[in-house]
Structures are given as C-alpha cells and as structure tokens.
Nanobody
Framework: QVQLVESGGGLVQAGGSLMLSCVAY????????WGWYRQAPGRQRELVAT???????NYEDSVKGRFAISRDNAKKTVYLRMNRLKPDDTAVYYC???????????WGQGTQVTVSS
C-alpha cells in the first residue's frame, strides 16, 4: 500500500516562492509517472504538473514558466518548485500517480498553499 505524504506549503506573498515535497512510502516509486494536483475551495481537483519515469515534464497552462516538477527516485520523492506565486495559486496541493496513465493511490493529506495579494 502506497502512502503519500506532502509537505512544504505555507503562507507567502504574491511573487514569492515555495518548494513542495511528496514522499511515497511503499510501492515502486520509479515505475510511476507522477503528478502534482491542487484543489482550491469550491473547485474540483486539477492536475497542474506531471513528470514521467524518464523525466519528461508537462504543465497546465496557468503554471507554465513558473512551476517546475522534479523527482528523486532514490528518495522516493517528487518535488514542485513554485515561483512567482499568484493569489490564484492558493489551494491544497497533492501528489499522486499521473491520472493520464494510472489509477490514483490513496490520497494524502495534501499541503496548504496560501498566496496573499
């Protein structure tokens, strides 16, 4: 059973930066494509960034050029570097398997990101 634990969120002013981390306990991390998702209040969860087993990355249009996803297979960790944050980025952020290729693992608790204007 895979357990996902996200961390690194917080309160930041617009224009600031954060680095999120997600550790995957159990399972075989390196065999999965991974994604970062976010859910803002009153909105559906959306996929914002993905990284393949080979390191290919993709981003949702609103975060392109500002967010960077990366992975460390040895540490079973996926990261999301977020720069030039905007109030619209405020959400709970989660990591999970890339929904385009596999069913999700049980969702973790997520990490809250709040961007003040």
């Amino acid at each position: 059973q895979v357990q996902l634990v996200e961390s690194g969120g917080g309160l930041v002013q617009a224009g600031g930066s954060l680095m999120l981390s997600c550790v995957a306990y159990g399972g075989i991390f390196s065999n999965n494509d991974w994604g970062w998702y976010r859910q803002a209040p009153g909105r559906q969860r959306e996929l914002v960034a993905t990284i393949s087993t080979g390191g290919t990355t993709n981003y949702e249009d609103s975060v392109k050029g500002r967010f960077a996803i990366s992975r460390d297979n040895a540490k079973k960790t996926v990261y999301l570097r977020m720069n030039r944050l905007k109030p619209d980025d405020t959400a709970v952020y989660y990591c999970n398997a890339d929904e385009n290729y596999s069913d999700p693992y049980p969702w973790g608790q997520g990490t809250q990101v709040t961007v003040s204007s």
